[in-house]
């Protein structure tokens, strides 16, 4: 899962650029990059290392420039080299750098493809550089001194054409203009919004989430519609278009779950109300299922994602809520981190029990998901230890069974716990007196709304194995299970990479500071 934004301005560019990413960090903490434009020319600056650590001050003052994009990583294709940190740039034609949030899954069919028949090279594993090539060129065949809005869109068609998956891209066309473009199901979320300067002029800003819009000052216009292109040329003049012949709206229900934060919007849909809805239908299931004598005397959240889940299923049930872990917010996400014991000490080192919370209870502790069960059975241990008479476990979400395959790096199938057994199998690995999860109808209606009618399917592709891109069968997952495994990671990290440093390299008509 990665973060991107792109704006197109009428002052320098490079704070706002910052502040967006900065908004956008839960998306990505593993490398972070900002270009921009200014007279023609692009200034870079990208590496590893989440946005305060990346930026200083030299790298702000050297990113002049009304135009540009950003991005923040973390790695599900490729390694994790900063070589691989984004933008992404292209010098023909014009310059092209570009910014992608997603996954291709047939990333190397057209590697293949575009260096023997378009005779472009690749100089890393990461499918952003692979779709970065099928946009430059398709865009070099439409070759004119000033791209129209008409070419730049029947290059995202094509891009449609040629690129199965999920992306939500920002592009920026040196001294032509920006691009935003989804894919046609509108897997990856994508919004822009717009203001007016106090000297009259209009700015736009494309990004995956609204927070880093409205934390700006700009004003949501809108989700970009799957398969749907935007073009704000240098002028400042703003374009859009449907670029797919069959859009589809089914976005990755995991969004909601999980990775977005909870104030922000995405397909018209607030994060923050589905997520007390969820809570709302799991407390109701809860009731059916363990009856009204449930036994708990208090709901504790897993910081941070479970809260708002955990606080509406609580007052639901008509019990106590309380915070019972105090979190360590310099610890990064434990499901990303390769290695079980690497996770099970990252747990121990994010979460503190207060103790007074725990003491003689029966407590139900709540989280977003369980992917592995590692840190499930870290944190359950935790609760015991502190004093916890029963420790019960409810998952927000349905039980994680297939891998991910658009952008979110779940593990391969035989890491996931769910994969193969039941509740009662993973009670017992996990520890828990009692355990529960959302059902798939509920969740999906928990973040319905007659507000977006359109919006009635999703991606459940990690609950039900559906992949709605289509393409993926038995032979695609082993080889994804074979590249994501553990063993897998540890081996690919462990290389010497002899790719060129992205905090020093100075590209033709890039300049990297």
């Known amino acids: 899962m990665c973060g991107v934004v792109g704006i197109a301005g009428k002052s320098p560019v490079n704070q706002m650029l910052f502040d967006a990413l900065t908004m956008l960090q839960h998306r990505g903490q593993d490398a972070a990059g ?31 420039g009304n135009y540009g994009i950003g991005h923040v990583r973390y790695p599900t294709a490729g390694s994790s080299s900063s070589a691989e940190a984004q933008p992404f740039y292209v010098n023909s034609p014009y310059g092209i750098t570009l910014a992608h949030n997603g996954n291709l899954t047939n990333a190397e069919e057209i590697h293949d493809d575009l260096f023997k028949t378009d005779l472009r090279h690749m100089n890393t594993d990461s499918d952003s550089e692979v779709l970065l090539n099928v946009f430059a060129h398709e865009l070099q065949k439409r070759s004119k001194l000033v791209p129209t809005p008409e070419d730049i869109f029947h290059v995202v068609s094509r891009v449609h054409e040629r690129c199965k998956g999920a992306y939500g891209v920002v592009a920026m066309i040196t001294g032509q203009g920006l691009v935003g473009f989804r894919d046609p199901n509108g897997i990856r979320p994508l919004i822009y919004g717009s203001r007016v300067t106090e000297t009259g002029e209009m700015e736009y800003i494309i990004a995956s989430e609204s927070v880093a819009i409205t934390a700006l000052g700009f004003k949501v216009e809108r989700d970009i519609a799957p398969g749907e292109a935007i073009f704000i040329n240098a002028d400042g003049e703003m374009f859009t278009q449907q670029c797919a012949e069959n859009p589809q709206y089914r976005p990755c229900i995991f969004e909601y779950v999980y990775f977005a934060r909870p104030d922000a919007t995405i397909d018209g849909i607030s994060v923050y109300k589905a997520r007390l809805k969820m809570g709302e239908k799991l407390a109701h299931k809860i009731l059916n299922e363990w009856g009204q004598e449930h036994d708990i005397d208090v709901v ?185 495994s553990d063993t897998a990671k540890k081996s690919k990290d462990g290389y010497i990479d002899v790719n060129i440093d992205a905090a020093s390299v100075d590209l033709t008509g890039v300049t990297e500071q």
């Open 34 to 64: 900002i270009v921009t434009c200014h007279e023609g020319r692009l200034f870079l600056r990208k590496d590893n290392g989440m946005v305060r650590d990346v930026f200083h001050t030299r790298h702000m003052r050297a990113l002049l």
């Open 300 to 484: 504790i959240p897993i910081p941070d994602t479970s809260r708002t889940s955990a606080l509406e299923l609580a007052n639901t049930l008509g019990v106590k809520f309380r915070e019972g872990f105090m979190k360590n917010r310099y610890i990064g996400r434990t499901f990303i981190m390769p290695g079980q014991q690497q996770r099970k000490k990252s747990v121990r080192q994010k979460l503190n029990p207060v103790e007074l919370e725990f003491k003689g209870k029966n407590v139900l502790l709540v989280d977003d998901s369980i992917v592995r069960g590692t840190t499930c059975n870290e944190i359950i241990q935790m609760a015991r230890d502190a004093g916890a008479k029963k420790v019960f476990f409810a998952s927000a979400a349905p039980m994680v069974k297939y891998p991910n395959v658009y952008g979110i790096d779940m593990p391969a199938k035989k890491e996931l716990i769910a994969s193969e057994r039941s509740v009662e199998e993973i009670r017992e690995i996990i520890e828990a007196d009692r355990l529960i999860f959302q059902d798939l109808e509920d969740l999906k209606a928990a973040i319905r709304t007659s507000k977006v009618p359109d919006l009635q399917e999703f991606d459940c592709s990690v609950f039900d194995g559906v992949y709605v891109a289509g393409g993926i069968d038995t032979a695609y997952l082993d080889e994804l299970e074979q590249k994501r």
